[in-house]
């Protein structure tokens, strides 16, 4: 069965740290999506890709930055590390078009001491 | 700034009862996409329904069904027939010009 998976699922890093979150789906889907998710806040975007080679800032994509260099993958670094980056990160994945439903990773919880 | 709005931070519902959750939004385009989703203790997010803006019939989907009120920015779910397991956390979001935004998200409380 076609299926969105990240890792790892849980990370605990210090300040000043790189830390790079991987998320692979087998949906053969052109979009994913990188969202954190705070209490209060829902899911924020921070980074999507429409397709091979091409990524977009989302509404939070400070301190983020991803690449696209396969269909199935959108790493999600954090170049520096930061205590207000500690949250639930989901990857998700879906079909061209806005109206196509988001298939979703299990999250990863990061937290930055 | 878009955004949407869950003004029910929590609600709770009698088994076998409705119960309806509301969603606003605020957008000055005519074309988008509405959502709810569903994240229940798992923490794995569900798609529960969708609507096109230009789209004036309700969308629905078994016990679940919408509001949509276009002119108000309204987009509200209600589940009929309330079960266990529909206990979670509900979001609403929209999909606009390549901009996904969600609510905060509303804890649903199933009673038995």
């Known amino acids: 069965d076609a299926e969105i998976t990240q890792s790892p699922r849980h990370k605990i890093t210090e300040t000043g740290r790189q830390v790079t979150l991987a998320c692979h789906q087998t949906w053969n889907h052109n979009n994913m999506f990188w969202y954190r998710q705070d209490l209060g806040h829902g899911l924020r975007l921070i980074h999507y890709s429409y397709g091979v080679q091409d990524t977009n800032k989302g509404e939070v994509s400070d301190g983020y930055s991803v690449s696209r260099s396969n269909t199935e993958d959108l790493p999600l670094t954090l170049e520096s590390a930061a205590s207000s980056q500690t949250s639930v990160y989901f990857c998700?994945?879906?079909?061209?078009?806005?109206?196509?439903?988001?298939?979703f990773g299990p999250g990863t919880r990061l937290t930055v001491l | 700034a878009q955004t949407v709005t869950q003004s029910q931070p929590e609600m709770s519902v009698q088994e076998a009862e409705t119960v309806t959750l509301s969603c606003t939004y605020d957008?000055?385009?005519?074309?988008?996409?509405l959502f709810w989703y569903k994240q229940p203790p798992s923490r794995q997010m569900i798609l529960v329904i969708r609507q096109e803006a230009y789209k004036q019939q309700n969308a629905t989907e078994n016990r679940f069904s919408v509001n949509f009120q276009k002119a108000a920015k309204s987009f509200s779910l209600k589940i009929s027939d309330s079960q266990l397991g529909d206990a979670a956390m509900y979001f609403c979001a929209y999909h606009i010009n390549n901009d996904m935004r969600f609510g905060a998200g509303t804890r649903l409380t199933v009673k038995p």
């Open positions: 998700a994945s879906s079909l061209s078009g806005g109206y196509n439903e988001q298939f």
């Open positions: 957008t000055s385009e005519s074309d988008y996409y």
